[in-house]
DNA sequence: GATACGTGGCG
DNA sequence: TCGCCAAGTAT
């Protein structure tokens, strides 16, 4: 038995706690084991995403493609368009393509251990456990930025993250229980999101107040440390709506990797070190007119200012273009899958929702 | 090991 | 308005 495991131990806490206080997700089961596959799909749409974000995509990625296969076997691109929206689309591409792995090498059934799970893409240390445990019931930690709040105040555990990854990552391996482990983690993740807030936590309600070392030495709430991020640089570009005489608007696919990879976009230049590349002439052969509202993002690692434009009158039918770029109906606008920064772009040049 | 990679909510 | 934060992974 692990150490946090015995009676009146940190697991038996937690876990009782987490009996009355866990949250439902659609992603939790009551009874019985869950379907690895949706605790897959559920964990990988969870990386660096919160629980309200994720919300329906994980329902409708569920009817649409209920398994493994399903989901294998489906276009890449309408993956990539069915998770316009979410963001970090590496994970998209990584889905489609674990997805293909585990249908046709792996006989469609998810590996049962973190050693394994970990060799598949888009499947990390995080994830690895989070399978693991909460599908297979092996007892290896899930260490995610909650886990690693909790553990570092609940041993008050001082050195800055990321450094201090390493010394998290073992305390919360010894507190995991042979059994329940899958609650273990959920527990561990519902205390982080619900108590153990990064502001403000709410120690009086906490199940480990009692051990807690970090509220102890009073220093809770300061933990854990972190090294200071680095300002963002602020980029700026433009975007152009092209719109046919049929109404059809020209968009464009992007490149398979970095920023917005294998998504679809207005054709756009200036902003994400791409080279400039138009369909047959330059989009300055026609008359644009600049949109009053510009658009304005933040990504990861720049905050971005783009200027909208339209054309000033529709272009021929006869404006044929080749791959990567493609005419999309104006009605199924909203179905071509565009990222959340070419959805505000669209939604701004036309003046209308999609 | 540092950097790239989206988006939305909150104080 | 703005910085912080979120069920991280790949390179």
Redesign the pocket.
Known sequence: MSPGAEPGGPARLLLHWYDANG?Q?P??VRSGRPDPYAVWL??VM????????VGRYFTDFLRRWPTVEALAAAPREEVLAAW???????RAR?LHACAQVVAKELGGRFPSTAQELRKL????????G?IAAIAFGEPVAAV???AE?VIARFRAIETPL?DAKPEIRRVAQELVPLARPGDFA?AL??L??MICT??RPDCMACPWREPCVGLAKGMAERLPR?V?????PAREGDAWLILREDGAVLLRRRPDK????GMVELPSAGWDGMETVWPGRTPFDLAFVRCKEDVR?????FSLMLRIWRTEYPVSQNFAVDAPFFWQPRSHLRNAGL???MRKAAVAALGEPL
Do not use: C
């Not at 969870?46 to 974000?53: C, E, G, K, N, Y």
């Not at 893409?121 to 690895?128: E, L």
């Not at 970095?258 to 990879?261: A, D, E, I, R, V």
């Open positions: 949250r997700l992603w939790r559920s964990e969870l990386q660096q995403t919160t629980v309200a974000a316009a929206g979410l963001g970090y689309y590496a990584n893409p888009g499947i990390g240390p995080y994830t690895a989070a995610d930025a909650n709040r990321p959920q993740m519902d982080g999101s990064p502001r972190k200071p991020r680095r300002a963002k970095g920023l917005l990879g993002h933040v990504f990861t690692h990222p959340g920064v």
